[in-house]
């Protein structure tokens, strides 16, 4: 790691990247962003952003089911009720008795109030808040590997499904007829959300990590001519708000998540206005 920490500073030869927490930070950037890029882009094409906002919010139950349990590991606790919430839903969800939209929010509600309930019994809530908003400063370099693992993991994911999942949100019963399994194929990218949002909830927080996976892909949109520009400008996106706002963050002394969200946001709203001239 410290290697790398070297090569920073003479990539880098700015005040903000003397700071151990900062290289750890931009490290961590570097790994994330990209990720939601490329992740976002599919969550946007099957109108799948009310679904990532759930997982998220289902954070707090899963930490409180393992504070009930006496799991020391919250992290644990969360990842498997994430995969556990996120297949359920995803199964009732293809039943199509209601409204997706409606089956999300209920969920979403419901395990907000849970998790809400227990980990403010006794006014213990106060020491879960950072969750809210995230802290990548305090992102360790263990942590980093953890990510970078998991990174790794997305895009051999990516390389194998992305036609199978590209050809179920195009038309799923022509999908069927390729030979597509795409209850197993959807049940696998919604645990990858799962595995992803969760992993990434302490240093981006509950609040605004389904901002950082939506807002680069729907700018992407905006602007982009064929899938590989769909996804290369989201990629692109994603890593240009993260390393904007981290440093900026730095400057003004303001959260990380926010800021980085804040950035994706205007860069939104200017694809928006272009998109009209790049048709």
Request: glycine share 6%; proline share 2%.
């Amino acid at each position: 790691m410290e290697n790398i920490y070297n090569i920073l500073e003479l990539l880098l030869p700015f005040s903000w990247i003397t700071y151990d927490f900062m290289k750890n930070a931009f490290l961590a950037i570097l790994i994330i962003t990209p990720l939601f890029g490329i992740l976002g882009t599919m969550i946007v094409n099957n109108q799948m952003a009310f679904f990532s906002d759930a997982l998220g919010h289902s954070a707090l139950t899963g930490m409180a089911i393992g504070i009930i349990f006496g799991i020391q590991d919250t992290n644990l606790s969360m990842v498997l009720f994430a995969v556990i919430f996120a297949l359920l839903l995803n199964k009732i969800k293809r039943r199509k008795t209601v409204s997706t939209d409606t089956v999300i929010s209920v969920f979403a509600s419901l395990s907000t109030a849970i998790g809400l309930v227990i980990l403010s019994k006794g006014g213990n809530f106060a020491k879960y808040s950072s969750l809210l908003v995230g802290d990548i400063l305090s992102i360790t370099p263990k942590e980093i590997m953890l990510l970078l693992f998991i990174f790794i993991v997305t895009l051999v994911f990516w390389y194998g499904a992305f036609n199978k999942l590209h050809a179920i949100s195009v038309n799923e019963t022509l999908a069927r007829s390729k030979h597509i399994n795409s209850s197993f194929i959807d049940n696998l990218f919604v645990v990858i959300i799962a595995l992803i949002v969760m992993l990434s909830i302490k240093w981006v927080g509950i609040l605004i990590i389904n901002a950082l996976l939506i807002l680069p892909s729907a700018a992407s949109r905006n602007i982009s001519s064929n899938m590989r520009e769909y996804h290369l400008f989201s990629v692109l996106i994603s890593v240009f708000s993260g390393i904007l706002g981290l440093i900026l963050s730095y400057y003004n002394n303001t959260a990380t998540g926010p800021t980085i969200v804040i950035i994706a946001s205007v860069i939104f709203f200017l694809t928006l206005l272009c998109k009209p001239y790049l048709k």
